[in-house]
């Protein structure tokens, strides 16, 4: 086995956001964050990981199930997909729930339908459902002839529980990449290899209050009266984000065996979905499609480095406006101070793709476009054809 040639793979993104809210908190506010005596917008690091996450399951076409409704959704596949009874189906899916190791729960005494949910969130491949399917066609004469219970137990299930771990056990690429918290299933965790900082302005911001009112069709059509069908107000703000991801290409590796030419399309994808995702809250009324205006690549050897630091003194608008040009700046200095501060070691690769027309010189090579700066981060971190 040969030696990785990049241990981390960093993305450093600076990118302006207009008016919008990306990320809601428990009241529909605006999320913030107290950083150097300012306060800034903040996007949490699970809201933007699942817009990753969404995006590159389209672009591999692989998909992972999170939920707690895998027995519904065995029950749909069975009925729908297979012509299975709808009884007999929402039956197989209880079975299936209670005899795994996570356990199911049955359904409150307030609710009118019998559906049971697992005792905690199961995340699997989409697969796992046709899977789990299949051990249903398999006991199917068991199951026609049980009775149903809203107290099944484990040891009374219909479906061998060492069979339905196993199916829960499964992985793909995604969740090789982002990793699987399942305690309940014995060797069924994943460790991510993925890492995301929460995104941040680099400048302070105030949070704006949006008033908006409905018009009723109605009324406007007659003008009998005044006053509209409904009124309410939302937050937003807007600003530059300084973004921070890093992939951990020996994390990766492990988790699919050493299988390079596996690692190398989940990373491009990964990296691709990491700079062209967006959090997709508020958009009908916000469609805040901006890209980055700036993507910095670097292949490490040693261990990440955030360049979050670069902007704990806010950054002030620049002469003639704007917080974009000011960002690219300090980042661009700060790398430099950091890599001359560390001796410049440990870095195989380094480079950037911008919007900003003149050249960058801490930041590395420049690339023409996100694909290209891309495909050469991968090549430094794990080059075709190595075993690793």
Not at 326 to 338: G, K, N, Q, R
Not at 355 to 382: E, M, N, P, V, Y
Request: no cysteine; proline share 4%.
């Amino acid at each position: 086995m040969s030696q990785t040639h990049g241990h981390f793979i960093e993305a450093h993104i600076l990118q302006s956001i207009p008016f919008a809210n990306l990320n809601r908190d428990d009241t529909n506010s605006v999320k913030t964050v107290q950083f150097g005596g300012v306060n800034r917008t903040r996007v949490s690091s699970q809201s933007w990981k699942r817009a990753m996450r969404l995006r590159l399951q389209t672009k591999l076409g692989q998909e992972a199930l999170r939920t707690r409704r895998l027995a519904e959704r065995i029950e749909r596949h069975l009925s729908d997909e297979r012509g299975w009874p709808q009884p007999l189906a929402r039956r197989a899916g209880q079975h299936i729930v209670v005899a795994s190791s996570v356990g199911g729960e049955a359904p409150g005494k307030d609710k009118e339908d019998d559906a049971w949910s697992s005792a905690a969130m199961v995340y699997v491949p989409d697969t796992a459902v046709t899977q789990l399917a299949d051990l249903a066609e398999q006991h199917r004469g068991e199951l026609e002839t049980a009775k149903d219970s809203k107290t099944l137990k484990q040891k009374d299930a219909l479906v061998p529980t060492d069979a339905v771990d196993a199916v829960l056990r499964s992985r793909n690429g995604i969740i090789n990449l982002f990793g699987r918290m399942l305690t309940q299933v014995d060797d069924a965790k994943v460790d991510g290899a993925v890492q995301v900082a929460h995104a941040f302005t680099t400048h302070e911001t105030d949070t704006e209050i949006d008033y908006f009112s409905a018009v009723d069709d109605v009324t406007s059509d007659w003008a009998d009266t005044t006053g509209s069908a409904h009124m309410g107000n939302t937050e937003h703000s807007a600003g530059v984000l300084y973004r921070y991801v890093v992939v951990d290409t020996r994390e990766l590796l492990r988790n699919l065996a050493n299988d390079t030419g596996s690692a190398r399309e989940l990373v491009t994808g990964f990296l691709d979905a990491a700079v062209l995702s967006l959090p997709q809250a508020k958009k009908n009324s916000t469609a805040p499609h901006t890209i980055p205006a700036l993507l910095h690549l670097a292949v490490r050897t040693d261990r990440p480095i955030s360049y979050a630091s670069a902007f704990e003194q806010p950054v002030r608008a620049g002469r003639d406006g704007g917080h974009t040009e000011p960002s690219i700046a300090e980042l661009d200095a700060y790398a430099t101070a950091v890599n001359k501060l560390l001796g410049g070691t440990g870095i195989p690769y380094s480079g950037y793709a911008s919007l900003a027309a003149k050249d960058i010189t801490g930041l590395g090579a420049r690339a023409d476009s996100f694909h290209d700066l891309i495909q050469a981060a991968t090549d430094a971190a794990l080059p075709a054809g190595d075993n690793q």
